[in-house]
């Protein structure tokens, strides 16, 4: 069932996704050369504190880390680590936080120093996939069309969605009723309605879509060992379009 907020809800939702923005902006001013996930992740979670706010992953299913941290080849569900970024690389930092009840979840692909053309213009269109999810997003509108809306913009330049990994609705949960693909035919599943909050996450691969989970259980990788990107927003469905939640 998707769980329709009502302006309270919605009003204490700004409230953490607003928080997961902000945090997440003073990481991003933090990836260059030489820095850990590890550090990103304690100041994430410092951050947090400071806020009275929960870090929304940590113990998540038994994950370890406040942050998501995965570079280059790593889809999702890195965990932080002491090894330093270096020039070149790319990281995904996904991060919620729970506050007042409810849940924000937002993430970047973040470029460590000077990256490649091919690094640069995968986050480009992986960024703009998401872009063009939240751009169809209205009441009355079927939920495959976000899905369909994303696939078409990553796959026109080349690149792959990944299937394994969807959005999902948020609210007094991390993850609700409806699970979003980023590849779909338009025109199915439910319409959406105003109230409803949705993270679109789309997950973008250079090379196959395919991707294979290591053996901590968590860390997705792509199975081709080329690069893959990850952008999401937590976006309310409006009377009139959509709300992006945790931008700041
Ligand atoms: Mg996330
Ligand atoms: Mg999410």
Same mark, same amino acid.
């Not at 929960?54 to 090894?83: D, L, M, R």
């Not at 209205?138 to 495959?144: E, F, I, M, T, Y």
């Not at 973008?204 to 997705?220: C, M, P, R, S």
């Given at each position: ?134 751009k169809v997003v ?7 069309d976000v899905?369909?809306a ?58 196959? %879509?395919? =991707?294979? !989970?290591?053996? /901590? +259980?968590?860390?997705?990788? @792509? #199975? ?8 999401? %927003?937590? =976006?309310? !469905?409006?009377? /009139? +379009?959509?709300?992006?939640? @945790? #931008?700041?």
């Open positions: 069932m998707i769980i329709v907020k009502t302006p309270q809800e919605l009003a204490k939702m700004r409230v953490s996704c607003r928080m997961v923005a902000e945090i997440l902006h003073e990481l991003s001013t933090l990836v260059v050369p030489g820095v850990t996930t590890w550090d990103l992740d304690r100041l994430a979670e410092e951050s947090c504190l400071k806020r009275n706010a929960v870090p929304a992953f940590k113990g998540y299913g038994g994950f370890p880390c406040s942050i998501c941290a995965s570079p280059n080849n790593t889809v999702v569900h890195g965990f932080a680590t002491k090894e330093p970024l270096s020039a070149g690389d790319i990281v995904s930092i996904d991060f919620g936080v729970l506050y007042d009840g409810f849940y924000g979840d937002s993430a970047v692909t973040l470029p460590v120093g000077a990256v490649d053309d091919d690094k640069k213009r995968l986050m480009d269109v992986t960024k703009a996939s998401l872009v063009a999810g939240i209205a009441p009355g509108v079927c939920l495959s899905s369909s994303v696939q078409v913009v990553a796959e026109a330049a080349g690149f792959s969605v990944v299937r394994e990994f969807v959005g999902h609705g948020i609210g007094r949960s991390l993850h609700e009723d409806p699970q979003i693909p980023n590849y779909g035919k338009a025109g199915f599943g439910p319409k959406l309605k105003a109230g409803m909050v949705l993270a679109i996450e789309p997950m973008v691969n250079a090379g196959t %879509h395919h =991707v294979q !989970v290591l053996g /901590d +259980g968590w860390t997705a990788v @792509t #199975r081709d060992g080329r690069s893959s990107a990850h952008f999401e %927003h937590s =976006v309310a !469905v409006t009377e /009139d +379009g959509a709300e992006i939640l @945790t #931008r700041l």
